[in-house]
């Protein structure tokens, strides 16, 4: 019985890259001021969603207006124009927007107020 080519012990094979055995790096530990406005956002984005659960509107409106100026703070602290995340924002709703109108079939259209099905089932019965 033959050996397989690929199994050959003339066959060239590739060098491997050299194994790196340098330390991982630690974290950068974030300031004092980074760690209050991350603090503050937790705090607010909590209470936001402890206000839904009780079915508050006026504090879940007042959490989610404060959530948003803790996260200003954030993009502001990285450097990042608000409008970066305003346009990922509207792009996600346009593509959610599009995904949903495609995914919905033409049969679906409603005339005379009755949705039409694509066939008429007269029996429970399969053949």
């Given at each position: 019985?033959?050996?397989?080519?690929?199994?050959?012990?003339t066959m060239q094979h590739s060098?491997?890259?050299?194994?790196?055995?340098?330390?991982?790096?630690?974290?950068?530990?974030?300031?004092?001021?980074?760690?209050?406005?991350?603090?503050?956002?937790?705090?607010?984005?909590?209470?936001?969603?402890?206000?839904?659960i009780a079915k508050n509107p006026?504090?879940?409106?007042?959490?989610?207006?404060?959530?948003?100026?803790?996260?200003?703070?954030?993009?502001?602290?990285?450097?990042?124009?608000?409008?970066?995340?305003?346009?990922?924002?509207?792009?996600?709703?346009?593509?959610?927007?599009?995904?949903?109108?495609?995914?919905?079939?033409?049969?679906?259209?409603?005339?005379?107020?009755?949705?039409?099905?694509?066939?008429?089932?007269?029996?429970?019965?399969?053949?």
């Open positions: 019985m033959r050996a397989s080519p690929a199994h050959h012990y060098p491997r890259p050299p194994v790196h055995t340098q330390p991982p790096q630690q974290p950068e530990t974030p300031s004092p001021d980074m760690r209050a406005v991350c603090n503050r956002a937790g705090v607010h984005a909590t209470a936001c969603v402890a206000a839904f006026t504090d879940v409106v007042q959490e989610s207006a404060a959530f948003m100026l803790e996260l200003e703070s954030i993009w502001q602290a990285l450097a990042l124009e608000p409008e970066e995340v305003w346009t990922e924002l509207l792009r996600r709703i346009e593509m959610g927007e599009l995904f949903l109108r495609l995914n919905q079939p033409p049969h679906r259209k409603k005339m005379n107020g009755r949705t039409q099905r694509p066939w008429r089932i007269s029996t429970s019965k399969l053949p």
